[in-house]
């Protein structure tokens, strides 16, 4: 990019990207009730590298529909098999680490469950619904997986009211055979248009997605994934720094510095998104309040990004 520093090419870290390890008593805690309540965390289970200050500060990203995906994307850490029986009761335990840890907006993520009729929808609104019943001043944010050959799935799980709909497309159209396999750039923003047009009159959910940088994407290509997101009314963006979680996963391209994350978020303001998060150690679910509240500020101040009759062209 002509406007910032010089690429970084893949290699050892550079020191924009070292984190501080923090274990103290709000991290002891809140791993302790997660054990206990035998519940899992995108955290622990995709090796985020934010763990230590969002656990430091009473927070985390739940994971549902067990520990165990169905895909095997070139750059995800969980494992990936035959996934266990759903838990029935995973919803009421869920709702009560969100009272646990007096959340007012809280971040639930699922695995791809391919095995199942319909993907899991029924069980991500039962967990909607219990948190809400039980946290009701909190702000539920889901963030799903793109619920191949399901017909309808929001239509079982947005009526439960989520403050926030996600759904990651995670990288340019041209990487998906081999950054996403088994999943298609056309389904997930087809997923994400089905919840722009659901939405009713209250003006929710906001409508979020997150891309990583590193994997061999250019300047142009992600250029043109955001015009065709925010076309198609997306109003939260998330950008951040795709990295390795194994050898056995996609090597990093390059390293973006920081610069590079600063002037993408400004072109990507200028397509019309609400709210745009960029930068090296930025992931869907980081600081997702400040996400939801400032998309939020901006709707009230501006109106609708659009008619939402009219996204499905």
Known sequence: MSDCAAPVPSGPKPPWLRIRLDTGSNYRMVRGMIEGLKLHTVCQEARCPNIYECWGDRTATFMILGDVCTRRCGFCAVATGRPRAVDPEEPERLAEAIEHLALEHAVITMVDRDDLPDGGAAH???VIHAARRRNPSCGVEILTSDFRGVPRP????LPEGPVTF????ETVPRLYPTVRQGSTFGRSLGLLRDALLWRRSAQRPLVKTGLMVGLGETRDELLETFSRLAGAGVEILTLGQ???????HL???RYYHPDEFRALRVEALRLGFRHVEAGPLVR?????RRHTESAVSSVQAAGPVL???????
């Open 166 to 169: 996600s759904h990651n497309v």
């Open 154 to 157: 929001l239509d079982v799980i």
């Open 251 to 253: 090597p990093v391209a």
């Open 242 to 248: 795709y990295l390795r979680p194994s050898l056995a």
């Open 307 to 313: 008619d939402s009759t009219a996204v499905a062209t």
């Open 124 to 126: 991500v609104a039962a």
């Open 284 to 288: 869907s679910s980081y600081h997702a």
